[in-house]
Structures are given as C-alpha cells and as structure tokens.
C-alpha cells in the first residue's frame, strides 16, 4: 500500500504545472490582457494571409528569461508543446502565419508565433473565422499579439 501511495504521488507531482510554469503563464496573460487594451487593434484578413509550415519543435522553458513578444505567444508554445506530448512519435505539422498589417501608414509583415498546425487546418479554421485581431503594443512595434484563440479546441 505504501508503494502505491507513492507512485501515485509520484504521478501527481509529475503532472502538475510548476510554480515557475504557473508564474510564466500569468505573466503573459497580464501581458496579453494589457496589450488587449491599450495596444492597437489592427483587423487582419485571413483570406490575405501566407502560412508557411515548419518542422522543428520548441518547448516552453520556464526558466529561461522570456521577451515580452515571446510572453505574450507563450500560451501557444505551452499548446504547441501538449500537442506534441500527446502526439508520442507521430509526425508533428506546425505552421506560422505571415500577415501585412498598416502600421503608421507604412505596410508592415508580422509573423504569428509557431501553431501546432498544418496548412490544411489553418486554411479551414480561417475560411470559417474570416478576420483576427493583431495587437500592437503602441510603444514597442516588435510586441505584438495574434489573437487566435478561435484555433483553440472546444472541449
């Protein structure tokens, strides 16, 4: 019986989000409400957007020191990196997705964090989405946030 309790809190202990992990999230989600905000609101077509697919993996690192563009995708990262756990030794598709936003009367590319989808999904989720909101910090161009929480699993 003793072993049992063990493993079992072996188990529990494995599985559960670490302080660091827990920080990390709020943190972006902070980021990402404030951003929301007080950034700019650019509407994005996703019928005009490029999707490139990649194939190379990066999982969130709760103790590396995040930029606040990486903070802000952070919560795609940690879906990507679910998926490929769950995923055990199957071929994992990821894309990112290129969109051209007017930034200041300039045309300007700004390049979505790594999705942990191919092309073919994201070219239907879109068709049946139509637009996304880009967030723009408006102090710091290079901090932005794609909003896809449509990409998101209904559960």
């Keep these: 019986i003793g072993l049992i309790f063990i493993i079992s809190g072996f188990i529990i202990l494995r599985k559960t989000p670490k302080l660091n992990e827990i920080n990390l999230l709020e943190k972006a989600e902070a980021l990402k409400k404030e951003l929301k905000e007080n950034g700019l609101r650019i509407e994005v077509n996703l019928e005009n957007c490029e999707i490139k697919e990649n194939h190379y993996y990066e999982k969130p690192d709760s103790t590396k020191t995040y930029t606040d563009f990486e903070l802000l995708n952070f919560s795609e990262m940690a879906m990507y990196y679910e998926m490929f756990d769950r995923a055990k030794g199957e071929e994992i598709k990821q894309s990112v997705v290129i969109a051209k936003v007017l930034l200041n009367g300039q045309e300007r590319k700004v390049i979505s964090p790594i ?3 191919d092309r073919i999904k994201l070219l239907f989720s879109f068709d049946k989405q139509k637009t996304t909101n880009v967030f723009i910090d408006k102090n710091d161009s290079e901090k932005y ?11």
């Excluded at 449509?150 to 559960?155: A, D, G, P």
């Design 115 to 117: 999705l942990p989808y």
């Design 145 to 155: 946030y794609f909003d896809f929480e449509f990409l998101r699993e209904k559960k």
